[in-house]
């Protein structure tokens, strides 16, 4: 129910430094000619799976980074830089990172130490050849959205130490849980990637990665008096105007690989993620009739904040003996986090329909203490990976957690948890052939449930640790050499917390997510790449007597199916063009915890296309999107729960150029 917005002065125009910034990058570096960078940039033609892809400014697949079979890993605390522990309460942006890979199923063979729900996995910027280059990106749409951005590379030593770098500014329309017109922010944003290789056993990478929002808009949740949706209503701003603000996301750490010898090697990494929201909003709609005829209610929150430090140790062994690979791994990571949340103060600004956006007077809001919360979980591991020449694969491992949480709230004596699970994993895979391989696992983890929401009776209360587990299984088929069929089935447990009857926020039951999982990608005829899959299933919830608790046994917001399908074609006759097509489907799901409320299915089509060309000699191209091409109409979940509107049909354009 939190957005990032705080109240702060709007800037006219690009900002002075920001624009000083961009135009020295690219004249410090566009005085040497390059290899392309991203002008070629095309995931659909890049991904080895359906499973989620992000590449730039684009991401494909069936996931992202919040949202795995159901779950969310980056709350679970599965998101890794180049496979190291990394506790995110940033975003990381484009000026750090080429993008992201989610890592599940087949694709977690052979990955060290795996978590239920699958791993987001960060890939660092690449430093390049040695040689100096820039990438500028203009870009244009969404509704109001436009920017510049420049990365580059300025190699300081030759190949032993260069500096990937990059600036950027935007006026955005994206929100927390989509792109909606109206609902702009302005985000500056300046990161850098330094990597240092004094020899060919060492590298040393560090990571500074700092992005500020200001003017950012906030979005109006909707929600029902009763078991309806809200009806249509139009699409377009209906926000405060007074509800605006800024936040501030900080990434850097760095990390280090050292080769120890023959057989051994290091890998290390310390990070500091930090959000910080001075003053945020929450625009809320309740109590919504059939009419839209709703009580108004407007919130806002002192500052909330949250900083960590988490990082990783890992020491690899290598063997061989014969047709066999041995790995042996040891390692020892963990998390430091401090938040403060709470605060707020709600006041109740009159009744109103949800289409007029009618504008209120800003309240003189009045805040109260908030809670302080620090949680810490250190990990220490040993793994062993077994590899059979072209024939199998088999991985176990085993890792000892150490969980403690403190909580310090306003008018409640401090409370404290502790918990110490063993986990396992374990991992196996066959080949027959020189096409087929055949998986399998079992992974266990855990995770942080947080505390009891602001309107339950316990608020505050320290929730139990959340102890899960994954079963998964399938097959990949190679039907060409380009072409790759993924098959698999997955089972995952949690726990699942909400309100019972008398106001406690508490375990009711259990979250039971079963499915299929269909994944086909590569380049099926010349010039023709594809990447689709399907995801078959549902997320049960299991418990005694949850109809009389109000719990349905179908978690809000979960589909029995789900589809995506992108495909991109180049013209063989013009081969600087290309074309792309994606069709996203979503069916009926429950919209609300009593499973009373089904949101019907929706299919969202976009059409675009991509021209290469070369500008000022260098490499270049001009993307177009055209997104929810019929004007589809539906409404959002959250998992609030509450609704938002899904944005209208719009445009997208960016134009890249490597010099």
């Not at 949202?67 to 496979?83: D, L, S, T």
């Not at 694709?107 to 690449?126: M, N, Q």
């Not at 799901?589 to 299915?601: E, G, Q, R, T």
């Not at 509450?642 to 997208?652: A, E, I, K, L």
Request: charged share 15%; net charge neutral; proline share 6%.
């Amino acid at each position: 129910m939190r957005s990032p917005c705080a109240r702060f002065e709007r800037p006219g125009d690009i900002p002075l430094a920001i624009r000083v910034q961009i135009v020295f990058l690219i004249a410090v570096l566009s005085h040497s000619a390059a290899r392309a960078q991203h002008a070629s940039d095309n995931p659909v033609a890049s991904a080895d799976d359906a499973f989620g892809l992000t590449l730039g400014l684009e991401s494909i697949g069936m996931y992202g980074p919040g949202g795995v079979r159901g779950f969310n890993p980056q709350i679970a605390g599965n998101v890794r830089i180049n496979g190291l522990y990394f506790d995110q309460q940033a975003g990381l942006s484009n000026r750090v990172v080429e993008g992201s890979t989610i890592r599940v199923g087949v694709s977690e063979i052979g990955y060290a130490f795996p978590a239920p729900t699958g791993i987001v996995d960060y890939d660092l910027r690449h430093p390049g050849n040695g040689t100096p280059t820039v990438t500028v990106v203009t870009n244009a749409g969404p509704f109001e959205s436009k920017g510049v951005s420049a990365d580059g590379n300025v190699p300081v030593i030759d190949k032993q130490l260069q500096v990937p770098i990059g600036v950027s500014y935007q006026i955005s329309t994206q929100t927390p849980y989509t792109q909606n017109p109206g609902y702009t922010s302005h985000v500056a944003n300046f990161g850098a990637t330094p990597q240092w290789s004094p020899n060919d056993r060492l590298t040393f990478r560090w990571i500074f990665d700092w992005q500020q929002t200001t003017d950012a808009r906030t979005l109006p949740f909707v929600f029902t008096a009763g078991d309806f949706l809200p009806p249509k209503i139009r699409r377009g701003y209906l926000g405060q105007d007074w509800a605006e603000g800024r936040s501030l996301s900080k990434n850097y750490g760095g990390t280090v690989n050292a080769q120890l010898g023959e057989r051994w090697s290091l890998a290390a990494g310390l990070f500091r993620s930090i959000s910080d929201n001075p003053v945020s909003f929450s625009d809320l709609y309740v109590n919504t009739d059939p009419k839209g005829f709703a009580d108004h209610l407007v919130i806002g929150y002192p500052d909330q904040s949250t900083s960590s430090t988490s990082g990783e140790i890992r020491l690899t062994g290598r063997f061989s003996a014969n047709s066999w690979h041995h790995s042996v791994v040891a390692l020892a990571r963990g998390r430091d986090t401090l938040a403060y949340y709470g605060g707020e103060d709600v006041v109740d600004v009159g009744p109103a329909f949800i289409d007029r956006g009618l504008q209120v007077s800003e309240p003189a809001f009045r805040y109260s203490p908030r809670t302080s919360d620090r949680t810490q979980l250190w990990s220490t591991g040993l793994g062993y990976r077994g590899q059979w020449d072209k024939r199998g694969d088999l991985a176990v491992g085993l890792q000892q957690e150490h969980y403690s949480k403190s909580v310090s709230s306003p008018g409640a004596p401090q409370a404290r948890l502790g918990d110490h699970p063993l986990r396992f994993y374990g991992q196996a895979s066959m080949r027959f052939g020189e096409r087929l391989t055949a998986y399998s696992g079992y992974t266990q983890g855990l995770e942080d449930s947080g505390t009891a929401s602001n309107g339950a009776v316990n608020r505050g209360a320290i929730l139990p640790t959340a102890r899960t587990w994954q079963a998964d299984a399938g097959v990949r088929y190679s039907i060409t050499s380009s072409v790759k069929l993924i098959a698999g089935i997955f089972e995952i447990e949690k726990p699942y917390f909400n309100l019972d009857t008398r106001g406690i926020d508490r375990e009711l039951g259990k979250q039971r997510a079963k499915g299929a999982e269909l994944s086909l990608s590569g380049e099926v005829v010349k010039n023709l790449h594809l990447t689709s899959g399907v995801l078959m299933g549902e997320v049960e919830i299991v418990g005694a007597d949850l109809s009389a608790e109000g719990v349905g046994h179908i978690a809000f917001g979960q589909p029995h199916w789900m589809s995506t399908s992108n495909a991109d074609y180049t013209f063989p006759w013009w081969p600087a063009l290309s074309m792309d097509f994606t069709v996203f489907y979503f069916g009926d799901s429950p919209a609300s915890i009593d499973s009373k409320v089904i949101n019907p299915a929706q299919t969202i089509l976009s059409l675009g296309g991509r021209y290469k060309f070369h500008l000022f000699g260098s490499p270049a191209a001009l993307r177009v999107q055209a997104n929810n091409l019929t004007n589809f109409y539906f409404w959002n979940m959250t998992y609030v729960p509450g609704f938002t509107q899904w944005p209208p049909r719009s445009v997208t354009g960016y134009l890249t150029a490597d010099f």
